[in-house]
Each structure stands twice: as structure tokens, then as C-alpha cells.
């Protein structure tokens, strides 16, 4: 059973996979799912900011241009994460 259990990103133990707390060391576990959510937001902030940025004129495009930013680096960042935690877990 090789997925059955994960290790702790902090202390390193095994723990089950669906634990969300460690409980050697108590440290909450990071969710796959979480880092799915910040992508998904990320590129509907993404979308959206493009839309009001080239649709619309004033605050709402100042707007735009903010949701653009702040969408792609949720992106980019969740991506990130995900990737960065994948290669320490082949690592180890
Ligand atoms: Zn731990």
C-alpha cells in the first residue's frame, strides 16, 4: 500500500493520507484540493479581470487590471505549490 500513507511536511512521520492534522506533531497538512481551489479561483479572477479590463472603462477597469494580477499569481502560486510539493514527496 505505497499511497496509503504520506509523511508529515513538517516532522515527517507517516500519517494516513486523509489525516488533516499531524499526529505526531500536530501540524495541519496541506490539502491537494486547497491548492485546486486557489488555481480554479486564480483563473476565474483571472477571466473576470480581463473582461473588465477590456470591457469596461474607470474603477471597474482599474479593477479589472487588479483582478488580473492578483488571479495570476493565485494561479501560478497554487500551480507552484502543487508542483514543489510533488517533487519534494518523490525526493524522500
Ligand atoms: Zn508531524
Not at 473576470?48 to 469596461?56: D, E, H, I, N
Amino acid at each position: 500500500m505505497p499511497n496509503d500513507r504520506v509523511r508529515c511536511v513538517d516532522c515527517r512521520e507517516p500519517i494516513p493520507s486523509d489525516a488533516r492534522v499531524c499526529p505526531h506533531c500536530e501540524t495541519v497538512q496541506p490539502s491537494p484540493l486547497v491548492d485546486v481551489a486557489v488555481v480554479v479561483v486564480g483563473v476565474f479572477a483571472f477571466a473576470f479581470g480581463l473582461l473588465l479590463a477590456t470591457q469596461t472603462i474607470g474603477t471597474s477597469r482599474l479593477l479589472g487590471f487588479l483582478l488580473l494580477v492578483v488571479g495570476f499569481g493565485l494561479a501560478v502560486g497554487g500551480y507552484t505549490r502543487h508542483v514543489d510539493r510533488q517533487a519534494g514527496r518523490r525526493a524522500r
